[in-house]
């Protein structure tokens, strides 16, 4: 595949979030330490402050895409990377729980801002053919800016000195700030009218695209078998190496970069968007059952089923990814991308507040039984998308599709 979209406005979309998650895979390593083991916090209150600001991030979601809507995205992502920089920069200040709470809020209000502003700017700036595959180009780079800065970052947790931690910090914050000078390079989107009657949250309204944002966001705790479910299963449950915790999370990470643009062409339609994720839960739900079984193997074996699963998790993941991009894009009003790209992104946030309790309550407090009922869970989500995209066909307002 392509490293990089042709030139123009993808491919400075592309640039900008290579450097911004580069940034962000820096902070990834290692703010659980620096909280900790700099600042002093307990593991209890970085928990606490995590999920507040996860909330928060949840609730700004469609506030914010709106107000992309009517004040021109371009302008809004750029000066929310702006302010999610210099909020950054802030946690070199933070001594104690209350001030970590009001950074971390703030600093989530700016991400949700960016996001929903992300959504209307690709929408306003990539023809509507190109939008599925500029999101995945988006994804692909992700993670080689994430592993990039997973990489860096860790020299700085190594050497574990409160030094090495600012410094760690700045140069996240630099990333923010050099990303939002990239994108000033695209060209600008217009805002677009506020109605003159009727709601303005009309995606708040809109109970279709609700609940296919409901069920995609349930169905965004897949993410959190790879990093969380599966390696406490491997570690406590099953015969296979500790590498093979390394080694599944590095395969997945290689396969969403080669392959993430080309399972995005089967999503391009909202009906073929709607078949990618049945698909997707089909997928999951097979890496559901072959990790349940890969406990009750010898090593050899162990190992064997692990990489199958993890092979038909990435399957489900390219598939559910292109989805989200597709039906979120294709069932949007053109005057309310930002309101709906933001809505849309709730759910992923939502769902990734609930995953930390589901899939270890289930995968590991209940053992095969749990990745059983996960592997349904999942399959059931994927099947219930077709049907909620033909409900949403059925919107006066919208122009209809076929599933």
């Not at 994804?139 to 574990?160: C, E, K, P």
């Not at 699963?309 to 559910?320: I, M, N």
């Amino acid at each position: 595949m392509r490293l990089l979209p042709p030139p123009g406005p993808a491919r400075i979309l592309t640039l900008g979030t290579l450097v911004k998650t580069v940034g962000r895979g820096l902070w990834l390593v290692a703010s659980a330490l620096f909280l900790t083991r700099s600042v002093g916090l307990s593991a209890t209150q970085v928990g606490v402050g995590l999920t507040i600001s996860a909330l928060v991030g949840v609730l700004a979601s469609a506030p914010s895409g709106y107000l992309a809507d009517r004040l021109g995205p371009r302008g809004v992502q750029v000066g929310a990377l702006f302010a999610a920089g210099t909020l950054t920069v802030g946690l070199t200040a933070v001594r104690s729980f209350p001030a970590f709470l009001l950074v971390g809020a703030a600093t989530a209000l700016a991400d949700a801002v960016e996001r929903g502003a992300r959504g209307a700017l690709i929408a306003g700036a990539i023809p509507a053919d190109q939008r599925v595959r500029t999101r995945a180009y988006l994804r692909a780079t992700t993670n080689v800016g994430i592993s990039v800065g997973a990489v860096l970052g860790g020299f700085a947790i190594t050497a574990d000195t409160r030094t090495g931690y600012v410094a760690l910090i700045l140069t996240t914050a630099a990333a923010s700030l050099a990303a939002a000078a990239v994108l000033v390079r695209l060209p600008s989107v217009a805002p677009v009218a506020a109605p003159t009657h009727g709601p303005r949250l009309i995606a708040l309204r809109d109970r279709p695209f609700l609940a296919f944002t409901l069920l995609d966001g349930l169905m965004s705790m897949h993410f959190s078998l790879l990093t969380i479910a599966l390696p406490l299963w491997i570690a406590g449950h099953t015969r296979a190496p500790i590498w093979m915790i390394s080694a599944l999370t590095l395969v997945n990470t290689i396969l969403v970069v080669l392959l993430q643009v080309r399972a995005a062409r089967s999503a391009d339609t909202v009906p073929g968007a709607a078949r990618s994720a049945r698909r997707a839960g089909v997928a999951v739900a097979l890496a559901c059952v072959l990790f349940a079984a890969s406990g009750a193997l010898p090593t050899a074996g162990a190992i064997g089923l692990l990489g199958c699963g993890a092979l038909a998790h990435v399957v489900g993941e390219l598939w559910h990814s292109a989805a989200g991009w597709g039906i979120s894009f294709g069932l949007a009003p053109a005057n309310a991308q930002g309101q709906y790209q933001g809505t849309y992104g709730m759910g992923y946030e939502l769902g990734k507040m609930l995953a930390p309790v589901v899939v270890t309550t289930l995968a590991l407090g209940w053992g095969v039984p749990g990745w059983l009922a996960l592997g349904g869970l999942f399959l059931l989500l994927g099947a219930l998308v077709p049907p909620v995209v033909a409900w949403a066909s059925r919107r006066p307002a919208l122009e209809p599709v076929s599933v």
